[in-house]
């Protein structure tokens, strides 16, 4: 993990590999953001139009490298783009522009072992995002890369070649002795790592990752960060009843797993309890998905991973607040064991379901673990999961949906989201769409309507949230995996989606304002 440190070094001081300063879009060219006085000075007064002779425009996403002058202790000056200049004087810029901004720097900077940040910081926000922006920048998975090769020369390794990620963030601007930025820049590290290690999970092939090496992987962390773990296998599954998880989980040689785990603060008024889709690895079982369509399906555990994820970061931060994730973990294979469409399965929670569809499997295993999570009447329930296919195209790629059955809580999670850079949008469960997941042979099947199919997953599963309880479901489908080139602090591969916006759901619970 890339470290930060707030500097007291000045731009002009400052001895690094490389100085990033912000650039904005202005109406005439290139502007120079607060934060790059002293380069400009190094520059003499010349670092705009310098910048627009090659260019640069201070467009979002845009990186500009330069050699550093006489004057500058760094080698090299990056200008990260900011996007348009705010449209008052004296406005500051955005915290997500700030966040991308630094994202694209520090991928920029690849190879390096440290890089001075003088972004414009006006606020301990500012210097979160920018700190949040440039570790998850700086991301990269490289743990299958690089390994002994028996057939290279002695003392070869095998791998792409890949340069290591950025070393270092020192932050300039920030004030190391003021609390506030002090705690900015712990809650930045703090959900950056673990945004990170849910991208890892998320990376990780199949093969190694299956419900009980994930399990194994969650309780591991739950001894290291005081949160109580609590796994139930296939024996405890089938002892309990819950035909979801079994149901999804036959048809593998690797047996499902519900594992709960639960942070608890001493003086916590709220409970709010995360359910994870968990499925290692999704073939559609019987339902066989066509080809193409399998070779990132070891993404369909995201959901779990950024509920694992943020009961972590609620651990790490302290924050005042219980918070209990549930880990729907199966994977979904053809077999000879394996469940057919037309078979019925006994929920959890004593419902009977209908298969009519192997591949509509996440709504099978969430079922039973919102039923569990229901009975310890939690203050709120809300569910991540890449669970259709239909949201990603209402949505896109970059864009999770919203449903719950409470429209304030709904709005909520959707302002939340937004404030902290995560694009989301509210979605309805209209009534009339539940008619189509009625069965002659049991009491609900697990498909409805085509047209609306990732409304028609909501109204699945509220039908096992527990009675006036508070819920919302977040179909992370489309912007949980990016198969397309990095940009920002996006990287290719697992994004660890949600996770931004659940810490903060938390702190706002912790603050007493749930929504």
């Known amino acids: 993990m890339t470290a930060l440190t707030l500097s007291t070094a000045s731009a002009a001081t400052l001895r690094a590999d490389a100085l990033v300063v912000g650039v904005a879009k202005g109406a005439k060219g290139p502007v120079l953001a607060p934060g790059s006085e002293a380069v400009d000075k190094a520059f003499g007064g010349k670092l705009a139009t310098v910048l627009e002779a090659l260019g ?30 705010p449209e008052k004087k004296d406005e500051a810029y955005g915290t997500e522009a700030l966040r991308r901004a630094a994202g694209s720097a520090a991928r920029a900077l690849t190879g390096s072992k440290k890089a001075g940040f003088a972004l414009p910081v006006t606020s301990a926000e500012d210097a979160e995002a920018i700190a949040e922006g440039a570790l998850l920048g700086a991301y990269a998975f490289t743990a299958y890369q690089g390994g002994e090769n028996k057939l290279a020369p002695k003392g070869k390794k095998n791998g792409n070649g890949a340069k290591l990620p950025l070393g270092e963030v020192a932050l300039l601007g920030a004030k190391p002795r003021d609390k506030a930025f002090k705690a900015a820049a712990e809650r930045a590290v703090a959900v950056a790592e673990e945004i990170n290690r849910a991208r890892d999970l998320i990376n990780t092939p199949p093969n190694d990752l299956y419900p009980e090496s994930f399990a194994a992987v969650a309780t591991a962390a739950g001894k290291e960060h005081g949160i109580k773990v609590q796994v139930l296998d296939e024996k405890a599954l089938v002892k309990g009843g819950y035909g979801g998880l079994l149901g999804v989980g036959q048809g593998s040689t690797h047996g499902p797993r519900l594992v709960k785990l639960a942070y608890t603060h001493p003086k916590a008024e709220k409970t709010l309890a995360l359910v994870g889709k968990g499925i290692t690895y999704d073939s559609g079982g019987i339902s066989l998905k066509p080809a193409g369509h399998n070779e990132t399906m070891k993404c369909d555990m995201s959901g779990a991973a950024a509920v694992f994820a943020t009961v972590v970061a609620a651990a790490r931060l302290g924050l005042q607040v219980n918070v209990t994730g549930w880990l729907a973990l199966a994977e979904n294979m053809p077999s000879g064991n394996a469940t057919r469409p037309g078979d019925v399965l006994r929920m959890y929670s004593g419902k009977t379901v209908e298969v009519l569809n192997t591949d509509a499997e996440g709504r099978l295993v969430l079922a039973d673990a919102l039923t569990r999570a229901s009975e310890e009447t939690p203050d709120a329930i809300v569910d991540v999961a890449t669970l259709t296919g239909a949201m990603v195209l209402a949505l896109g790629n970059r864009t999770f949906g919203i449903m719950a059955n409470d429209d304030a809580f709904r709005t909520s999670i959707h302002e939340i989201a937004e404030e902290v850079g995560e694009a989301s949008w509210p979605m309805p469960l209209p009534a009339d769409l539940r008619k189509g997941m009625d069965s002659p042979t049991a009491d ?13 997953a909501g109204l699945f599963l509220q039908e096992f949230v527990g009675e006036g309880i508070v819920w919302a479901h977040l179909d992370i489908a489309g912007p949980a995996f990016h198969e397309g080139a990095p940009y ?28």
């Open 444 to 456: 609900i099947a697990n498909m409805g309507e085509r047209m609306g199919g990732g409304l028609v």
């Open 56 to 85: 640069a425009a201070g467009a979002e996403g845009e990186v500009t490298k330069l050699p550093a002058p006489d004057g500058l202790k760094v080698p090299v000056v990056i200008a990260a783009g900011l996007g348009s200049v």
């Open 488 to 515: 920002g602090y996006t990287p290719k591969g697992g994004t660890g989606s949600a996770v931004r916006t659940l810490v903060k759901l938390a702190e706002r619970t912790a603050a007493g304002d749930l929504g």
